[in-house]
């Protein structure tokens, strides 16, 4: 399966040429092709906003029509916020992954121009309308943003995992319950001491509930260390004042 390539049907500014190319390379996609850009290609704009995505592999070609555009694609997308009244199958972003990845064909998805999106007739080539949950009254998204939001898809899709997803972060394993009681035990004794268990027939509930508050933290080992550490500290601090008083 080939991976798809992104469309921008009359795109005006340099800037938002850039910046697609940007948010394609974060999601692996690499072929961007422009239909008749405004302010022709190349484009000095496009280069800040790109990151580097244009040196880094994203390649771009420049066509007449978006019939030419699309000549050598089985599967098309049409971008686009707006009802065209047409018979054709509507997707999200997820839906329109899940067709291209179907489907198996080379494909592509149609962005339109800033200003005005997508022309009917260049809707009216494409195999399905994609369209995003927007909100109703303000269905306005920057093109790379659009853009962006299949191609996060897309990477999603395709296993791709967060930056630091699946790595190792040095968080310990939970520590085992053996120490969560004594860590528990050492608390209580010390609440017991401070007159906290009042009256006496409620002790066991107050127990439970603290303990159960301790338990949904999945503590680890390091922190219950650090805990019993803090419980001396306040224990041997009460020791001291009492010292005082009696002095």
Known sequence: MSIPVIILHHPQLGENIGSTARVMLNFGLTELRLVAPRDGWPNAAAEPLSAGAFEAGVSVEVFDTAEAAIADLGTVLAATARPRGMEKLVVDAAGGVERI???????????????????????????????????????????????????????????????????????????????????????????????????????????????????????????????????????????????????
Not at 105 to 114: R, T
Not at 222 to 239: N, S, Y
């Open 101 to 247: 990845m179907q489907r198996g064909h080379k494909a592509g998805i149609l962005f339109g121009a800033e200003s005005h999106g997508l022309p009917s007739d260049v809707v009216g080539l494409a195999d399905a309308i994609m369209t995003y949950p927007v909100n109703p009254d303000f269905a306005s998204l920057n093109l790379a943003q659009a853009v962006g939001v299949f191609s996060a898809g897309w990477g999603a899709a395709q296993g791709a995992i967060g930056r630091w997803e699946g790595e190792k972060t040095g968080v310990e394993a939970p520590a085992p319950r053996e120490d969560l009681i004594r860590m528990f035990e050492h608390l209580e004794e010390e609440l017991e001491r401070a007159g906290y268990f009042y009256p006496p027939d409620k002790t066991p509930l107050m127990k439970t509930n603290i303990r159960n508050g301790f338990i949904r933290g999945d503590w680890t080992m390091q922190e219950v260390r650090t805990f019993r550490g803090a419980i001396k500290a306040l224990a041997l601090g009460r020791g001291q004042a009492r010292v005082k008083r009696d002095d």
